[in-house]
Each structure stands twice: as structure tokens, then as C-alpha cells.
């Protein structure tokens, strides 16, 4: 059993998972950070990014007049931004049979894979992540076709060009293999091979393995997969949660008894806890507010927005912000606020009985139906003779590189009356604001990830119990900025095996054991001889069929009736030469003895050749002669 | 005694002696016996004043079927009745003692099994054992086995019990042994004589007989304690304890020869225990050897050298938790002996020491070898937090032991206290040294930040605080600033701030950065999700405002919100903080702004809009809020400024903020008397009281309210004690007096007492009567010097409406039967929803003052509500009622029960 690690980003996994005959991937995350080394998409053009200087080195000699521009002391790349995909050079793709996914933001890289790989299998997701995730792949695919760029900059990635550059430029790895935004039509053929399951489904994969989802508890149909053999089983854990937020709580009991765990998708801010930032983003919310600011929120169109716009739900009364206008804007924003309604079967307990009664799941219904909260495309066309300030505007991409958040960056950004607030926990804050810069605007870092943390993760695993771990390396030592924190890592007995981009791990069984079928009428011919209470022995004779990975003991067909003879007298009178079928074993087994060394179990190897007979047995000299003088006895005899 | 109960008290045994009738509950006992017990104790005979008694326990203790609570009742009423000399050879003479103390007797009766008479018997020879003959009775019937047995009984409430029996025998009688002892010298005789003439004033005459009866009982108990000290086996640890709790209680008290003899005793057992290590049994032994060593102490004897060797081994015991609590106990039990101290100090430093890496106990740490153990103890999470709370506790009691004692300088333990709130909070530092396996089970521990928070307020005194305010200050506003700070830390470290803004005499040493950090994160805290958060917040501007600082060194004091806070910052978040959803909050930034508004109050300074804004406000929840905590708050607020304005200004001066506030307590008064919660109505006398103080405090005659009432004061009385100073002016003209009579009663004082004396809360009427009277006597008093006031002030008139308190007073003052038929057709177009108003009285204030026979209704008002209730007599009327309900054939089971439930 083979790991193949594609991607080094331990919240944007991409796997290939070798397991008896079949090839799965588990997850394609689309890392999507290389964008910051971009410069931001303006919806209206914008003179400020039009009029910046371009990069020139030191020395005069590099000149990339239009592809490199400079801002408040970095270089930014002047072209459509491109992504970091998963490796493709590792294995080869197509022969891929099946691609799991855990969860929306986990599947972002779905249309290189499926589109240009020669892929030709099937991909499983749960049908929350398969809608939500066609809608901020749409989402994404508007933001950069609204706003095309002719040119696409490709001479600073020489090498040679690359190793003079300054700042995280120079340090960004494979930025050959950086790829642009796909087309609409590629993610509609990507979305068509995926194939929907519930949760507890189980898939038949070729017969060999079964794969599983189970509820993870951290977004709308969210799931951890359990892949497994007759013995074996993997269990594949990626963005999960214990929170009670908005998704079905997490299934850990299942999780149990697993040889191999590959744990990913852990809180990437393991010092911020959500319940304590959710209330930073509030009382800063507030506080812009109260001093007749505009609070700018960038973030994703689905996931913790809908737990933002519940706490605001709760929160507007008591703080008096009853008049102030919630803007969400996104080509998907009233699709992903229908969609998370009608999800009811994924919704936790909580929200599902309100279906019942009825009632929207969530409140953010009642703020749309109360005018408190209005969603626009985009900030073309109704919003802008609806605006009002001060406002709360939602709105992406948290990259601050495109989408309509842009906008409002050179909007806001010189008065220091107004926030943004970060909640997404992808992207650097600093980054992020750097083409920016300077900035007047109040800038509050409170990242919300609901994900696992390292005391809940060791809790779980010491729960679940499995053989051995695997994790991406970074959860093996403490974050680097904060090495003292040695609470901050994953500290198991054995430790768990880490894995990096483009590693590749054989993964540790024990032992293996295969399955097979006996036919019910070979099984009615046996007769079975009870030689200890509880144990029943026969021997048996029977043709192995294999087909589709399954293995079936069959009778032995009858031989074809001996051609009639011609001779008929003649048999009779010469009897025939063939001997009485001679028992091969005689005599009588020891049966105690015999049954303490069938389950010692010890590794003895008897091979017999024409030429030579060899016995193998580890480290047992006394054993190993016994066997060896048995066996000459029975040669001799035969 | 009350001569009804004496007829009824025949009765009442009776009752209790049938077994088949029943007490109505089981506090009626208790109640009869604490009225017994007060007869006594005031020097009567219960003997002589009711017979009955005797036969009432003879008769009890025969019936064994009587019910255990009647029967524990009775033992411990015969020990009350033998308490005396008298008592007890009149029920010797009876032998009613030997009976009811027979233990065989219980036993075979097989009631001993019940606890409440096992109590019972203990307690009644407890109340007995206050004479010889009492202890000689006593050890002549050999309890004293029976009582070491009770010591370790299955009820915790009867061993403690007996416990206690067995210290009080050994304690009260000692002086019997001290006259048989011999080889003390005079002096210290004297001094034992002086000693015991303090402590045992009821003590007995002491004759030979009672000494050598007492010497048995000592030298019994002490036998027991030596062979039952060392727990045989494990099951046996509940007898150590108790007698080791036996052990702290005698020799806490003990004379020196009872001591001398206990210690003699027991000092073996108690080595070995030390050197078992048991950890139950730590923290009691410690109690039992710091009692052994501070009792040697007032006599000015050198402790026996065992003694002190004792001490020295509870503090190398090898287990390092049982170890720190030993150690925080020295401490905290105020043991002074500078070695050992020091040896305290030094365990309860090595933990904090370990963690922050700073060397506390200075580079020679060899000689703490368990060092080791204890960083093991500490790699554990919850033996962690517990060891580091201990130490973080006892840290502000560290900083005071004399520099000596002290392994470093005490500021290095403040700067000890705060890194490990820095550690706590996972605040990274490069420059780390502690030990990070250890720290990591302190990040993020609440506990931990709470205890460390307080031990930095309670550390903002120890010598070079000063130097360390600004890293001080740094870490407090991390913590406010911090989102996983939960409620009660951010409580903390507001405390914690206000605290040491306290000692800052200099505000030069806060940075401007700090200064802008802390107004950025109040903002933010300000606008918190959680209530308590913004609550405590609001709080904390309140309290800042309350402290003043010189912003460098030499100037002039301003409040430290000004200072710190730019002043612009507070009260826009108090006013925002008016509107807040939870009622708490609004009362708290009510008090807040008072606070804050208070410096310029006493300045005189005139009203500015903002202030105009609030008063309007503040009226309003006055008049709407639905929650009582804000409306209460508005009156204090009321108070504080008229006090501020008052402790300026002569009232008669009227600039433009004087007579705006007179117009605002107007309102007060007419709103704040017509509240429905009864602590408004409370504060709103409290205003009116104040405005009587400065109208008539230059009156002769005129007692301040606050000086009257004072000892008067009824525990669920709300008075607030603050000390008034109010502006007195001369002249005491008469003109004068009913011109400000005529004031008071125009701004409606005189409306609000009345309303407050006829009102159905007990508190609110309590203090408008008082006030009242006050008033009554200020104005028209009865004697004839005053004739002439009373008359010129008869002209002064009020009005009472023809509704409400208006027509109670009308009613009282007996204008009802003239005026009936119009307080009808009144009470019919009050039903009709129409004003009232035509149909008020005018009556003149004397006249009413004089009618209303306030002396009476204070009387009534004085006594609590339950007063009636709770008299001897009714008690015995209870048990007789609740008997004759149980015996009488018509009753059905479960009436009781209804009863009860009203």
C-alpha cells in the first residue's frame, strides 16, 4: 500500500492512495496562495494600480517592464493570477480510478485533474459539497473572466530571471507549473463525472475495497471517508470539526479501529480559538459602527459566513445596530443563501427540527425578509443606487486579489473610520493588504477556522485508536514563528510518519488476508471433523475462480464421461495395474500439539523443487530439523 | 418567664411524652430548646419555674417508643437543667441522671442505632460537664470509653460532636490539674492565674477530688491518643484525622501542664506519621504540629526541641503536592520562626521558579533536592495548575516575610507573577528559559490566569512595585486585549488595573502606545458580545475615574480616566452604554458616569450639552426602564450630584445648573416614590432625606436623619453610609425655616414621605417615618418655646390627591366619615380612568404631622414582620395546635402537608 502526496498544503491535500488494485485520490485541493504574488483585479479601473512604477533590479540589468510593477517596496506580478496545482509528475494521473472529496474547498483543483490528465474514473462527493462547490468554482471562474487580462506574464518565471527577484517572489517553488483559472465549460464536464453518496454510503470500488463518507462536522456535507478491504481499513480524515456550527456533527465512532489514519486538514490558526475571535469580529464590528465606519468583511460566498450572519443575527439587536445595512455580494450570493436552506438532511440536529416547524434553518432568512441584510451579483447595477454607509459589506475574494472586494479596498482604504475584518484563514493578513499599502483603513485579523485543533486531534485519536498515523509534516514539530510551543504539534505513540509535497510513503500492514467465497453446494460436500470444541477441520478440493477481485472456491467439475469403450470383455480379465489411491498421510496427529503450533503461527517455508528441497524457518533450529526429518521420512516412503 | 407559658408548658409535655401525637416539624425541638437555653443562661432555675419538666423526662426516658427526635431533645434538656449545681443534685436526687445518660438502656432498646439520640446524649453531658460534680459523675459512669468510641462513629455530625466533648472537658477543667501540679514558679503562676482568669471565667471551685477524677480523664484520653494515632491499616485513617483535628483543637488552648502532657504523649505517634508520608493525613498533622509549636510561643519557653524537629520533617516530606500545601499552611497560619519560614518560602517560590525560568531562589538551588521530583509532579496537567495556584496564592503573603527570610528581591516576584502570565496566555517569548514541558499545561489554563491575576492586585504593595508598572500594565492590556480572555479574567485584570493605577503616583511611566492600547482595547471590550464583559467594563471606567494621579510627578491630581483615557473616550461609551440591552449594564454605566461626572460637579462647572443629554436620559429610564437595577442607579446618581452641588453652593444660590438640578429632583422624588421596586422608593427617601439635611441642619432642634437612625438601622434596610457634609449657613430665623419649608414641601419631599409611610413595604415606610418624626420635631415641636414656629408654621400647606397614598393618608387622618362621599364619587372617577386631581385635600403639613401618631406606627414598623411568630408562647401554641390537628379523628393524612404549602 502506496501514499503519493501531491500537494504540500496541509488544509489543501491532494493524495493518491494505492490500496490492493485500485488508485484513489483522496481530495484536490487548489492551492490557491500564489495569487497573492499577483497584482489585485480592479472592477473600475483603478489609477493607482495603473500609474505603479514597474520592478527594475539594482543594477539595471532586468527589465520586465510589463510584467513586474512595484508597490510600497514589493514586486507584484502584472497579470491574471495563477494558481499552485497539485503534482503531476509524480504518478501518472490517468490511471486514477476514483477521486474522493471531503469537502468544497477541497476540490477547487477538480478540472485540471478530471480535464487534462486523461482521467477517466469517477469522482464521489456528498451533493452539499458537489452544489457548493460548483458555486465558488463559479464564482471564482466570474471573478477572472469579468475582468480579462490579454497579457499573461510568463518571462519572470525563467529560472534564471526568478533567482534575482526579490521578496517571496524568488522563493516561490514550481511557478512553471502555475496554472490560470479554468473555463465554465471545463467545470461543468469536470462536475459531471462526480457521482453523489449520503453519508454511511457504501461504494463498491472493482470489488477490492469499499469506500465510505462519514459526517466531519466541519461545512455542508462535509465528509472524513473510511476505505476499506475485508481486513483492512484506511481511515482518511480531512477538514473535520467538533463545533456545534451550522453541519451534522462529526461521526468519530466510526473512525475506530483503523490500520492506517491520514490525518489532514487541522485549524490552520491553532492559537485562535473561533468562539473568542467570533466575538472579536463582533465587538470590532460594533465598534466601526458606533464611530459611523464601514466594516469590510472579505470572505468566501459559503461556510462560516453563515455562521457569521447568525451571530450578527443575535448580535445587531443587543449592540443597536438594528438600522445599519448588511451587504453580501457575490455572482452566487443569493444561490449559496437558498442553498444552505435547503440542505435540511446535512444540518445539524439543531437546525434540522426547525424544518419541521417550518422555518428556515437558518436566520439569515429573517435579516433578507427584515431588509437587514441585501445580496447583490455584484456592486454593478441595483446596489449602487441601494448603498448605504455606514454599512457591513461581505464580500470576496479573501485574497483581496479579485472579486468585488477589490473595489471596495480602493474605496475604503484611505479613511481610517472603516475595518475590514479578516474571518478566512487562507491567506496571510499582511499579504494579503500589502498592494494596498499604505493603508489608512483599520485592518482586525480574526481568523475563524472551526477545524480540529491539536488537543481536540490528540483527543480523537486517543479515542479511535489507529495503528499508525500519517500527516503532513508541518502537524509533526510546533509552528515555526512559535517554538515553544510544544502543545502546538501532534505528539503520538508510534510517531505518526510524516509526508511532504511529492513524497511517497509506503504505508505499514502487518499482515494480510484475503477473502474467499465457497460455493454452498462444495460447501454442503465438505465434512467437517470437530477436532477440538469450537474447532471444525475438512479438507477440501476445489478450482479458485478470481473475477472482479472476488474469489470463489468452486467444486471440481466432474472430469467428462470416459469416451464409451470399444472393448468390453477384455477389462475384465486384466485387471487394471492402477494401485488403490494411497493415503499420503497416515497415522494419527497429535491434535493438542498440533493445534498450539497452528496458532503460534510461526513463518516456516517448505519448498520443495525437483532438484532440491529447502526449509526456512526463522530462528527455531529445533523446528526447523523436526520438519526437515518428517519430510525426508515421507519422501522416503513415496 | 412569661406566665402563659407556664400554664401552657404542662401541656406541651404532655403532648411531647405521648408517643402517638407528633410535633408539627422538627425545628420546634431545637426552638423550645434554645428558648430553655436562654432562660438559663439568664440566670433562672428551669427547675423551679416549671416541675413539669422533671416529670416530663422521667416519663420520656421509660417510654422507649417515644419518638428518637422527642428523646434526643430530652437528654439534652436534663443536661441543660444539671448544668447548675442546684439543677444537677436535684436531678441526682431523682435519679433522673442515671437514667438518661444509661447507655446500657439505649442500647438494649435498641434506639442507639439512631444518630439523633447518640447527639443528644453527647450534647446533654456537654451542657452538663460545667461543674466537679458533673465530672465526677461522669467518670464515676465511665463514659469516657464510650466517648473515644464516639469519636469515630459512622455520623459525621457524632464524631465531631464527640470530638469537641473530648476537647471541652480536657480544656474546661485543666485548671483542677494545674493546682495539683507542683515545681512552677510564681511568676509564671501569676501569669497562668491572669491567663485563665481571662479565658475560663465560669470555671469551677477545684477541690482534690475533681483533680484526681480529671487526672483520670487525661490520662484516659491521652492513652487513646497515643495507642490510635498511627492508622493500623488503611480503612483506619478516618480515627488519625479525627484525632488529629482533636489534637489541634487542645493544644491551640491548652494550658501549659495539659499541653506539656499531651505532647509528652503523643510526640512519638506523631514522628512516625510525619514519616509515613500519608497525603490525607498532611494537611491535618501540619495544623496539629504548627498548633504544638506557636502554643509554646506566648509563654516565652523555647518549643521542646521535638516539637520543632517535627516541623522541620513536615517540610522535607517527599511528596512534592502534600509538600506546598504543608508549606502554604505555615505560612498562612502566621507561623513566625525565620528558618523555617524561609524553608516555606523557598518550597512555594521552586514551582514558579521551574516554570519562568527566572532564578527566584537564587543559582544555589542543590539544596532543593526534590527539585526533580517536583519538575516530575509538574509534567502532570491537573497536579500542574493545582501546585502553581498554591504558590500563585500564597505569593502576595511571600513578598511580605522579612528580607531575610526572602530568597530575592520581592519585585523579582512580581516579575516572576507576571512572566507566567505571559507563559499563560501563549504569548511567545524567544528568550524563554522555563521548562517547556511544564509550561505548556498552564497555556490557556483559566485557573491559572485568574489566580496569577489576583495575586498581581494583591502584589501592587510590595516594596519595588513601582519599577515594574509599566510591564505591569503591558501584560494587563494583552489580557484585556486577548479574544480567549473569558469574563472573569477580563473582570481580573481590570481589578488588577485600577489597583496598580493606584500606586502609580507618576503617570509619566505609562507609554503613550500603552495609553493608546488601553483606549482602543475599552472601546472594543465596550462593544463585547458577552454582558458581563461590557459590564465590567463600564465598571472599570467608573472605578478610574474614582482614582486619582498626577500625570508627572508634582503636578496637580486629576482622575486617572482623564488622564489615561484622553478623556474623550469615557463618557461617550458611558452614554452609549445607557442603551444597552441588559439591564445590568445600564445600572452599571448609570454609577459610572456619576463617578465620572462627580470632578466637575464639585468644580461647579456649568452643564454642558452632553451632561443636559444624559440627565434627559437618565429620567427616562427613570420613567420606563422595566428592570429596577438602572432605575435604582438613576436615584444614586441623582444623590451623588446633588451632594457634589450641595457641598459647593449654598442652596439659596441660584445659577442655571442649581436650579436644573432642583427641577430634576423634583422629578426624582414624584417618580422615584411611585416605583414599584422598594430599593428605589428606599433611595428616593435617601434624596429627600438629604434635602430635609440642608434645609433645616442650621435649625436648632434638628437632628440629621443619618445621625438618628444609625443604630437603628434593620439588617434589610438599605442606608447608604456614606458621611454627608453639607453646606450649613447661619441664621435661624423663623421666616426662614418655613420659607424652606414651604421649599421642601414645594419639590415634593413632604409628598414622598408620605407616600413612603403608607407604603406596604416594611424598609420604605421604616425610613419615611423616621423622617417624618424628624421633621415633625423640627417644625412643630411640643414644647411651648416653640409656639410661635409651630404657629407660623401651620400656614404652610400640601396636598393630598384624592387617590392612592393621598387617600390612605386622608383615611388615617380621619377625614374619611367627612369627606366619604366624595372620596366615593372620587374613587368612582378614578375608575373611570379621570384625573383625580379636583379632588385632593389641601391640609397643613403641622397639622398632619401631629395627626398621623407617628410614634406608634414606628413602633410597629420596628419590629420585624415574623415578630409575632417567633415568640415562646406561640411556639407552644404551634406544638399544642399541630398535636390536637393530628389527634383529632376527622383529620385526613396529607393535611399537614397543605397546611404547610400555602
Known amino acids: 500500500m502506496k501514499l503519493y502526496c501531491l500537494s ?31 497584482l489585485p483585479l480592479p472592477l473600475v479601473h483603478s489609477p493607482r494600480l495603473s500609474k505603479l512604477p514597474s520592478w527594475v533590479s539594482k543594477d539595471g540589468t532586468i527589465n520586465l517592464e510589463k510584467e513586474l510593477k512595484e508597490c510600497a517596496g514589493r514586486v507584484f506580478v502584472d497579470s491574471q493570477p495563477e494558481f499552485c496545482l497539485p503534482e503531476r509528475e509524480l504518478l501518472d494521473l490517468s490511471t486514477i480510478d476514483v477521486i474522493l472529496i471531503s469537502n468544497y474547498h477541497c476540490m477547487m483543483a477538480l478540472p485540471y485533474i478530471t480535464e487534462h490528465t486523461g482521467f477517466t474514473g469517477t469522482v464521489y462527493a456528498t451533493e452539499p459539497t458537489l452544489q457548493i462547490g460548483r458555486l465558488l468554482m463559479e464564482e471564482l471562474v466570474n471573478f477572472m473572466e469579468r475582468v480579462p487580462k490579454a497579457q499573461s506574464a510568463t518571462c519572470w518565471k525563467n529560472k534564471e530571471i526568478q533567482r534575482m527577484l526579490p521578496g517571496p517572489l524568488k522563493d516561490a517553488v514550481d511557478v512553471w507549473t502555475w496554472k490560470r483559472s479554468y473555463s465554465m465549460q471545463e467545470v461543468n464536464s469536470a462536475l459531471s463525472k462526480v457521482q453523489l453518496v449520503g453519508y454511511s454510503q457504501k461504494v463498491e470500488l472493482f470489488g477490492a475495497v469499499q469506500v465510505s463518507p462519514l459526517s466531519s462536522g466541519y461545512s455542508l456535507g462535509s465528509s472524513n471517508w473510511i476505505i476499506q478491504s475485508h481486513h483492512e481499513k484506511v481511515a482518511y480524515v480531512s477538514g473535520s470539526s467538533l463545533l456545534t456550527t451550522h453541519p451534522q456533527p462529526m461521526d468519530q465512532s466510526s473512525l475506530k479501529n483503523s490500520d492506517v489514519l491520514i490525518l489532514t486538514g487541522l485549524t490552520q490558526m491553532p492559537t ?50 438594528g438600522t445599519t445595512p448588511f451587504y453580501f455580494i457575490s455572482p452566487v450570493a443569493n444561490s449559496s443563501l437558498e442553498f444552505s436552506q435547503i440542505f435540511a438532511e446535512w444540518l445539524c440536529h439543531n437546525k434540522q427540527s426547525k424544518v419541521y416547524l417550518p422555518e428556515p434553518p437558518f436566520p439569515h432568512a429573517e435579516l433578507i425578509q427584515t431588509n437587514k441584510l441585501k445580496h447583490y451579483p455584484s456592486i454593478h447595477g441595483d446596489f449602487s443606487s441601494e448603498f448605504r454607509q455606514p454599512c457591513v459589506v461581505f464580500t470576496g475574494h479573501p485574497s483581496l486579489r479579485f472579486g468585488d472586494v477589490v473595489h471596495f479596498m480602493e474605496l475604503w482604504g484611505k479613511s481610517s473610520l472603516n475595518t475590514i475584518i479578516f474571518t478566512e484563514p487562507d491567506f496571510s493578513y499582511l499579504d494579503a493588504l500589502a498592494p494596498y499599502q499604505p493603508l489608512a483603513m483599520k485592518c482586525v485579523y480574526c481568523p475563524i477556522d472551526t477545524r480540529l485543533n491539536f488537543h481536540q486531534v490528540s483527543k480523537l485519536l486517543k479515542e479511535v485508536q489507529p495503528l499508525h498515523v500519517v500527516c503532513p509534516e508541518q502537524y509533526t514539530q510546533p509552528p515555526l514563528t512559535q517554538s515553544h510551543r510544544s502543545d502546538l504539534m501532534l505528539e503520538l505513540q508510534p510517531p505518526p510518519m510524516p509526508y511532504r509535497r511529492c513524497s511517497v510513503l509506503n504505508l505499514p500492514f502487518r499482515r494480510r488476508y484475503e477473502r474467499v467465497y465457497i460455493l454452498p453446494e462444495l460447501a454442503n460436500s465438505l465434512v467437517p471433523s470437530e477436532i477440538k470444541p469450537g474447532v471444525s477441520m475438512a479438507t477440501v478440493s476445489a478450482v479458485l475462480h478470481s473475477k472482479d477481485n472476488k474469489h470463489t472456491l468452486q467444486s471440481v467439475p466432474k472430469p467428462p464421461p470416459a469416451p464409451p469403450s470399444k472393448k468390453r470383455k477384455r477389462v475384465m480379465e486384466e485387471p487394471p495395474v492402477v494401485l488403490a489411491p494411497k493415503p499420503l498421510l497416515s497415522g494419527a496427529v497429535p491434535l493438542e500439539a498440533f493445534l498450539v503450533t497452528l496458532q503460534k503461527a510461526e513463518d516456516t517455508l517448505i519448498q520443495l523443487e525437483e532438484d532440491g528441497t529447502h526449509i526456512v524457518c526463522d530462528n527455531n533450529e529445533p523446528l526447523r530439523t523436526t520438519l526437515r526429518d518428517l519430510v525426508l521420512r515421507f519422501l522416503q516412503k513415496l | 418567664m412569661d406566665r402563659e407559658c407556664v400554664l401552657l408548658l404542662p401541656s406541651v409535655c404532655e403532648v411531647l411524652a405521648d408517643s402517638g401525637r407528633s410535633v408539627p416539624d422538627d425545628t420546634s425541638l431545637e426552638k423550645l430548646l434554645d428558648w430553655f437555653t436562654g432562660l438559663t443562661e439568664a440566670g433562672g432555675s428551669l427547675l423551679e419555674a416549671c416541675p413539669c419538666l422533671l416529670k416530663f423526662i422521667s416519663t420520656v426516658v421509660h417510654n422507649t417508643a417515644s419518638d428518637p427526635g422527642v428523646l434526643s431533645f430530652t437528654l439534652r434538656l436534663t443536661g441543660l437543667m444539671a448544668a447548675t449545681e442546684d439543677g444537677f443534685k436535684m436531678l441526682q436526687e431523682q435519679s433522673v441522671l442515671n437514667q438518661v445518660f444509661d447507655l446500657q438502656h439505649w442500647q438494649e432498646a435498641g434506639l442507639w442505632d439512631d444518630p439523633c439520640l447518640r447527639i443528644g446524649w453527647i450534647q446533654g453531658l456537654r451542657s452538663m460537664l460545667q461543674h466537679p460534680k458533673a465530672l465526677s459523675f461522669f467518670v464515676q459512669s465511665d463514659f469516657i470509653a464510650s466517648l473515644l468510641q464516639l469519636q469515630t462513629d459512622t455520623s459525621l455530625f457524632v464524631a465531631s460532636a464527640a470530638n469537641h466533648m473530648l476537647a471541652h472537658i480536657l480544656l474546661f477543667f485543666q485548671k483542677v490539674s494545674s493546682a495539683g501540679s507542683n515545681g512552677i514558679n510564681n511568676k509564671e503562676e501569676d501569669e497562668r492565674r491572669i491567663h485563665h482568669s481571662v479565658t475560663d471565667l465560669e470555671s469551677p471551685a477545684v477541690t482534690m477530688e475533681t483533680s484526681e477524677e480529671y487526672s483520670a480523664v487525661v490520662k484516659g484520653i491521652s492513652e487513646y491518643l497515643k495507642e490510635s494515632l498511627i492508622p493500623k491499616e488503611n480503612t483506619k485513617l478516618h480515627q488519625s484525622l479525627q484525632i488529629l483535628k482533636l489534637l489541634a483543637l487542645l493544644l491551640a488552648q491548652a494550658g501549659p501542664p495539659l499541653r506539656d502532657k499531651l505532647l509528652q504523649t503523643v510526640t512519638d505517634s506523631l514522628e512516625e506519621l510525619v514519616t509515613a508520608g500519608c ?23 523555647v518549643p521542646d526541641q521535638r516539637v520543632t524537629r517535627l516541623l522541620s520533617s513536615m517540610l522535607t516530606i517527599s511528596r512534592p503536592a502534600d509538600l506546598i500545601h504543608a508549606a502554604a499552611a505555615l505560612l498562612s497560619r502566621g507561623h513566625h ?9 523557598r518550597i512555594l517560590l521552586l514551582p514558579l521558579d521551574i516554570i519562568t525560568g527566572l532564578t527566584l531562589l537564587g543559582t544555589n538551588t542543590a539544596a532543593d533536592e526534590h527539585q526533580v521530583s517536583v519538575v516530575e509532579q509538574l509534567k502532570s496537567k491537573t497536579s500542574c495548575i493545582s501546585m502553581t495556584c498554591v504558590c500563585l496564592t500564597n505569593t502576595p503573603q511571600i513578598t511580605l516575610t522579612p528580607s531575610g527570610v526572602l530568597p530575592c528581591p520581592p519585585v523579582l516576584i512580581v516579575t516572576a507573577v507576571v512572566s507566567l502570565l505571559r507563559i499563560s496566555s501563549g504569548i511567545s517569548s524567544s528568550s524563554f528559559a522555563g521548562c517547556s514541558e511544564v509550561c505548556r499545561n498552564v497555556i490557556g489554563s483559566g485557573k491559572v490566569q485568574k489566580c496569577a491575576l489576583d495575586a498581581l492586585t494583591a502584589l501592587n504593595s510590595s516594596p519595588g512595585a513601582k519599577e515594574k508598572i509599566s510591564e505591569v500594565f503591558t501584560i494587563l492590556i494583552q489580557y484585556l486585549n486577548n479574544p480567549d480572555s473569558d469574563p472573569t479574567v477580563l473582570h481580573k485584570s481590570y481589578q488588577a488595573f485600577i489597583k496598580w493605577i493606584g500606586v502609580c503616583t507618576d503617570l509619566s511611566l505609562i507609554t503613550d502606545q500603552l495609553r493608546q492600547d488601553l483606549v482602543e482595547v475599552v472601546k472594543k471590550r465596550a462593544c463585547d458580545m458577552r454582558w458581563e464583559v461590557r459590564d465590567s467594563t463600564v465598571e472599570f471606567l467608573g472605578h478610574l475615574a474614582g482614582v486619582h494621579v498626577s500625570v508627572t510627578s508634582g503636578e496637580d491630581l486629576c482622575d486617572a480616566s482623564e488622564a489615561l483615557l484622553g478623556g474623550c473616550c469615557a463618557t461617550p461609551l458611558l452614554k452609549e452604554a445607557l442603551q444597552d440591552t441588559e439591564s445590568y449594564v445600564r445600572a452599571s454605566a448609570i454609577s459610572a458616569l456619576a463617578k465620572t461626572l462627580t470632578h466637575s460637579w464639585q468644580q461647579g462647572a456649568a452643564l454642558t450639552q452632553d451632561q443636559t443629554e444624559i440627565v434627559s436620559r437618565l429620567l427616562e429610564i427613570l420613567s420606563q426602564d422595566t428592570e429596577g437595577f438602572p432605575r435604582r442607579a438613576v436615584v444614586q446618581y441623582f444623590i451623588s450630584w446633588f451632594l457634589s452641588h450641595s457641598s459647593l453652593s449654598p442652596p439659596s444660590s441660584s445659577t442655571p445648573s442649581t436650579s436644573f438640578l432642583m427641577q430634576c429632583v423634583r422629578t426624582v422624588l414624584s417618580q422615584g416614590s411611585a416605583d414599584l421596586d422598594w430599593e428605589v422608593k428606599v433611595h428616593t427617601l435617601e434624596l429627600a432625606e438629604l434635602l430635609l439635611d440642608q434645609a433645616f441642619s442650621a435649625h436648632r432642634g434638628y437632628r440629621k436623619g443619618s445621625d438618628a437612625h444609625r443604630a437603628l438601622q434593620h439588617p434589610y434596610g438599605v442606608v447608604s453610609d456614606q458621611a454627608y457634609t453639607l453646606h450649613t449657613h447661619p441664621g435661624t430665623h423663623t421666616e426662614g425655616v418655613q420659607s424652606e419649608l414651604a421649599h421642601v414641601v414645594e419639590l415634593g419631599v413632604f409628598s414622598a414621605l408620605l407616600s413612603g409611610l403608607v407604603d406596604c413595604d416594611r424598609p420604605v415606610g421604616l425610613k419615611a417615618c423616621r423622617l417624618l418624626i424628624i421633621l415633625r420635631e423640627t417644625i412643630c415641636p411640643l414644647s411651648l418655646g416653640a409656639l410661635d414656629v409651630t404657629a407660623a408654621m401651620a400656614t404652610v400647606s400640601c396636598e393630598l390627591l384624592g387617590r392612592g397614598w393621598g387617600k390612605e393618608i386622608t383615611k388615617i387622618l380621619g377625614m374619611e366619615s367627612d369627606r366619604a362621599s366624595e372620596v366615593d364619587i372620587s374613587a368612582q372617577r378614578s375608575f373611570s380612568g379621570a384625573d383625580g386631581r379636583g379632588d385632593s385635600v389641601t391640609v397643613s403639613v403641622c397639622e398632619v404631622l401631629r395627626s398621623l401618631d407617628l410614634d406608634e406606627r414606628l413602633d410597629v414598623l420596628t419590629q420585624s414582620s415574623d415578630h409575632i411568630h417567633n415568640s415562646p408562647l406561640s411556639l407552644l401554641q404551634d406544638i399544642l395546635t399541630a398535636s390536637a390537628a393530628h389527634t383529632h379523628p376527622d383529620t385526613k393524612p396529607g393535611h399537614e402537608v397543605i397546611v404547610d404549602c400555602y
Open chain 2, 279 to 301: 497525603s490525607q493525613l498532611t494537611l491535618p498533622l501540619m495544623d496539629v504540629v504548627l498548633a504544638a509549636n506557636s502554643s509554646c510561643g506566648p509563654d516565652g519557653r
Open chain 1, 272 to 321: 485562535a480559538n473561533p468562539d473568542g475571535m467570533l466575538g472579536e469580529f463582533c465587538s470590532n464590528l460594533a465598534m466601526t459602527i458606533r464611530a459611523g465606519g464601514n466594516v469590510l468583511v472579505p470572505c468566501y460566498s459559503s461556510g462560516v459566513i453563515y455562521d457569521l450572519l447568525e451571530c450578527l443575527y443575535q448580535f445587531i439587536e443587543s449592540a443597536n445596530l
Open chain 2, 337 to 345: 520562626d525565620t528558618v523555617h519560614t524561609a524553608r516555606a518560602v
Open chain 1, 8 to 38: 504540500g498544503h496541509p488544509t489543501l491535500p491532494c493524495n493518491v492512495l494505492k490500496f490492493k488494485s485500485t488508485t484513489i485520490m483522496l481530495d484536490c485541493g487548489l492551492d490557491t496562495t500564489s495569487v497573492l504574488n499577483f
